[in-house]
C-alpha cells in the first residue's frame, strides 16, 4: 500500500517561480489536506478539500492554490514564490466517520531563494 | 475547535513509562481525542484516538476522564527510538460530503535519553 505519495520531495524555486506540489491517496478516502511546517514548529494547515471539486481555506491560504482534481489527487500550487514560502509541506487524507485519524505524506521540502 | 494545551517538552530514560498530558477544557459532545508522532523530516503518524474512559493498542494507552477536559497519553518502556514530537488534536468525525479542519498545535517533545 502506498498511501499518500507526494512530489517532489525536494526542491529549490528563484522567487517569482511557480510550481504545483502533486498529492495522490490510494485509500479512497473523501478528505485531502495541505499544511506546511517551517523549522521547530507545527503544523499549520493551508487548504482542505471534503470532496472532489470542493476546497476551503485553512489557517494560512494566501499565496497558495488548491485543486481536488478527483478523489485521488489533491495539487498545492505557488504561482509565485517567496522566501516566506520555504518550509516543508505535507498533505493528508482521511475518511469520513472515524474520528479524526488521518494519514499523512512524507513531505515536500521546498526552499524558496 | 477545541483548543489543546500540552508541554513543550519532556525528557525520559530509556525503560521509563513516559505520561504526557493534554488539556482540552472546550471539548465539545461530539469530540474525539487522536494523538500523533511525529519523527524529524517524516510525517506525523496516528497513534491512538479515544472517546471516553481508556484505550490500548500496541502502541500506547490512552486514558481519559469522565469530566473528558484533559486525556493522558501512556507510552510503555520507552526505547531511544521513542524520541520525537508528540501531538494531541480535539475534533469530530467528518460528516458526509464535508471536511474538518485538523488543527495542530505545537506539540510535545519527547526526548528519551540512555
Known amino acids: 500500500n502506498a498511501g499518500v505519495t507526494q512530489t517532489p520531495k525536494f526542491q529549490v524555486l528563484k522567487t517569482g517561480q511557480s510550481m504545483t506540489l502533486q498529492c495522490a491517496q490510494d485509500?479512497?478516502?473523501?478528505?485531502m489536506y495541505w499544511y506546511r511546517q517551517d523549522p521547530g514548529m507545527g503544523l499549520r494547515l493551508i487548504y482542505y478539500?471534503?470532496?472532489?471539486?470542493?476546497?476551503d481555506k485553512g489557517e494560512v491560504p494566501n499565496g497558495y492554490n488548491v485543486s481536488r482534481l478527483n478523489k485521488r489527487e489533491f495539487s498545492l500550487r505557488l504561482e509565485s514564490a517567496a522566501p516566506s514560502q520555504t518550509s516543508v509541506y505535507f498533505c493528508a487524507s482521511s475518511e469520513a466517520r472515524t474520528g479524526t485519524e488521518a494519514f499523512f505524506g512524507q513531505g515536500t521540502r521546498l526552499t524558496v531563494v | 475547535l477545541a483548543k489543546t494545551t500540552q508541554p513543550i517538552s519532556m525528557d525520559s530514560y530509556e525503560g521509563q513509562e513516559v505520561n504526557i498530558t493534554c488539556s482540552h477544557n472546550n471539548i465539545a459532545t461530539n469530540d474525539y481525542i487522536t494523538w500523533y508522532q511525529q519523527f524529524p523530516s517524516q510525517g506525523p503518524r496516528f497513534i491512538i484516538q479515544g472517546y471516553k474512559t481508556k484505550v490500548t493498542n500496541e502502541v500506547a494507552s490512552l486514558f481519559i476522564p469522565a469530566d473528558r477536559k484533559s486525556s493522558t497519553l501512556s507510552l510503555p518502556r520507552v526505547s531511544l527510538s521513542d524520541t520525537a514530537v508528540y501531538y494531541c488534536l480535539v475534533g469530530t468525525p467528518e460528516a458526509p460530503g464535508s471536511a474538518r479542519q485538523l488543527t495542530f498545535g505545537s506539540g510535545t517533545q519527547l526526548t528519551v535519553l540512555p
Open positions: 478539500s471534503a470532496s472532489e471539486g470542493t476546497t
Open positions: 485509500m479512497n478516502h473523501n478528505s
